[in-house]
């Protein structure tokens, strides 16, 4: 195990490569407005079963708040590790979708439409034992029709419409 210790693990995306380890990361699907509209209970059904199959390894998938805005969000937690999956709306939306129109390289205009995101919000993984749990989670967000997915930690668009 030793001989892995500086082992780097990273998932290349449309020529960008991510490498998971010491630090959270933060992922971003922008979500345009829709006829089949998100919701906290529609992410917690299909978080629930996109996941299912990793319920043999241990994972629990659980709730929890926001003490100050009260607003729900997910925990998915395997021994050792876990992260959170946020549906979001409003002016931090808002906010945050006028940045990175604005400053972001490539961005796709699109982004402006978007009023609600999904965020995952994953813990450090400093052993890079998750790594496969990561991809499997962007690859749930890139699943989603029309989802711009924007990678914080890298300033980066994953990918757009």
Known sequence: MNLLK?????LAV?????????IMSVIH????KSSDPYSHERLASELSAYFDFETKN???????ANPFT???Y???????W????HFETGSNVAADVNYI?????????????????????????????FTNHIIWAIDYLAEIPSAIIFDESQKTIVRGW
Do not use: H
């Open 101 to 129: 129109a604005s400053t972001i390289k490539d961005c796709p205009p699109e982004i402006t439409d978007c009023t609600e995101r999904i965020r995952f919000v994953f813990s450090p993984d400093e052993g890079r034992e």
């Open 74 to 80: 997910l925990i998915l937690r395997w021994p050792g």
């Open 14 to 22: 449309e020529n960008i490569q991510y490498d998971w380890g010491d």
């Open 6 to 10: 500086n082992f780097r693990i990273g």
């Open 70 to 72: 009260k607003q729900k």
């Open 82 to 85: 876990n992260f959170t999956a």
């Open 29 to 32: 699907a922008y979500l345009a």
């Open 58 to 64: 241990g994972l629990e998938i659980g709730a929890s």
